[in-house]
């Protein structure tokens, strides 16, 4: 009988903690633009590959950036139990965004809203020395389950624009303070188009985790997470991050960049960005 009773109550406190440590896994992902001079490597031809791998992977919530309206459709048709949010950054919401995408069962959208990285982010415009239009998506989400509330924001800064990727990510950090009042966790993911020793990713860091170095497992994968569309040589660029607000809401249990391909081809130039998160408070 005692037997009985401890092993209840270790079950009972083993599902306690899991309630009360509930996991969120979140990917982000540029998926490179449809573009048909591409080749081999447009979208028509790894776009298939690409849901099945996101299917596989099956993340909570994930962004991507690049993503063309017909890629966020295709997207949408091949994952169907994700809702999905945000804005073209061209007029009439054409051109690419940095959507995100959540599982519909699983978070109610409280909030969202698209701005652009310019001196105008409530209209579309084209900000500093950049070389195009450039936006950044939130999200504020409530976990239906464990009632858990918190924001996602998805960017993806210039490529070619120095100002322009430093008064983005200084714009960002506003907005994050300004939208953020009540200091929920948050989590701030994309294509940075910046290497970690950058000053303006350490920027960033002054007020926010880099999941890869704060994993509490070995991170898993490359370091890299440009490939180019290279099979052959190694990717050594990491210019995909996720970060978390410093505020001691989330810890990271996992961090992972994988590598996956089919018959040596990738489903896009950049490699996935994966975390496991827990919500400690």
Not at 175 to 204: A, V
Request: proline share 2%.
């Amino acid at each position: 009988m005692k037997k009985q009773i401890t092993y209840i109550f270790y079950f009972f406190l083993a599902n306690v903690l899991v309630v009360n440590s509930q996991s969120l896994k979140m990917m982000t992902y540029n998926i490179r633009l449809d573009l048909e001079s591409d080749g081999e490597n447009r979208w028509e031809m790894r776009k298939d590959f690409f849901v099945s791998q996101l299917d596989f992977f099956n993340p909570d919530i994930f962004g991507v950036q690049e993503a063309l309206p017909n890629q966020v459709k295709d997207i949408e048709k091949g994952l169907k139990k994700y809702t999905v949010i945000g804005l073209g950054r061209e007029e009439g919401n054409t051109g690419e965004s940095s959507s995100i995408f959540f599982k519909t069962e699983k978070f109610q959208l409280l909030e969202q809203n698209t701005f652009w990285l310019s001196e105008t982010p409530e209209r579309v415009s084209r900000g500093w020395d950049a070389a195009c239009n450039r936006v950044c998506t939130y999200a504020l989400l409530k976990d239906k389950k464990s009632k858990k509330t918190f924001y996602v924001f998805n960017t993806h800064l210039d490529h070619l624009g120095e100002t322009a990727r430093k008064n983005g990510i200084e714009l960002i950090l506003q907005k994050i303070k300004l939208i953020n009042k009540s200091n929920l966790p948050l989590i701030l993911m994309g294509d940075f188009n910046l290497t970690p020793s950058d000053e303006r990713i350490q920027m960033i860091k002054k007020e926010m985790l880099d999941s890869r170095e704060v994993s509490e497992n070995e991170p898993f994968g490359s370091v890299g997470t440009f490939n180019g569309f290279n099979y052959i040589k190694q990717a050594t660029d990491r210019i995909d991050y996720i970060f978390l607000l410093n505020n001691n809401r989330l810890k990271v249990n996992k961090y992972a960049v994988f590598n996956e391909s089919n018959n040596l081809k990738f489903a896009s130039d950049h490699f996935p960005v994966y975390v496991e998160l827990k919500f400690i408070k």
